[in-house]
């Protein structure tokens, strides 16, 4: 009796932590079809508000500056990522709680700090150098170092999976360091790196505080375009917008829980 009294309420917290979780994304993606300017009162539906948000050009090339950072700082993100956690893994043996310290403190930083150490670091070295002007590029360059954690830890924890004697095998079989890497050890990480990539691209398509610490005049992505435009209020553009980028992470968390799941079977 206790044990059934027990898994319900369990149940119920777990319920309930899934409504307030996913209810007010619910209501965002309703009132993106709202055919009237209100996120109060839903009216019909309708696409108007995704038929202005692509004639809208700013939104656009706010699109493309988030397309475009979070593809190339997850690229660089998982070949630095992956050197790292192989790296790792190579010298498991050795005293490296340093390193790891070092790996997870991005992870825990809080982001407004990591973002404002990252402004103060480019603006400092723009002023010596002329380098490294608030951009895109600065963008992608705070994008990756925030990246790198999380690829070295899947990587790492996917060849921590596998049978050591594997690598000593390849060996055996006179196998050049090159064939090795490009016939064993990409093949065998490749669900891990996948999943790796997609984590990476969810989180930086996501992020907020970084990029706004980091962008320049001309490199807004669509948090930041949506922080600006809500100044004015919500409106059902804005939550059009936000449906799209829901859609957006949604899919690409999807797709590295799957591949994940691929590599541990």
Known sequence: MRKRTLARGLAGIWWGTLFFLYIPLFV??????NSANSTAIFESFSLAWYRRL????QIIDAFGNSLVLAVSSSIIALVIGCL???GMYRHRHRKLGWLIALIY???VLPDIVFGISEMAFFVQIHDWTGLLKPGLGTMIIAHVTFQIPFVA??????FVGLDPTLFEAAKDLYASPLKRVVHFMVPTIKPALISAFFLSFTLSIDDFVISFFTAG???ATLPIYIWSAIKKGVTP???AIATLMISAVAIAAIFSMLFN???RR
Do not use: H, K, T, W
Not at 28 to 33: E, G, M, N
Not at 54 to 57: G, I
């Open 28 to 33: 965002i993606v309703l009132f993106s079809f």
């Open 261 to 263: 799941r691929q590599g």
């Open 84 to 86: 790292i956690g192989y």
């Open 54 to 57: 692509f004639d809208n050009e």
């Open 237 to 239: 553009e804005i939550n």
């Open 217 to 219: 005049p001309e490199s």
């Open 153 to 158: 830890l899947i990587v790492y924890s996917r």
């Open 105 to 107: 403190l991005p992870i």
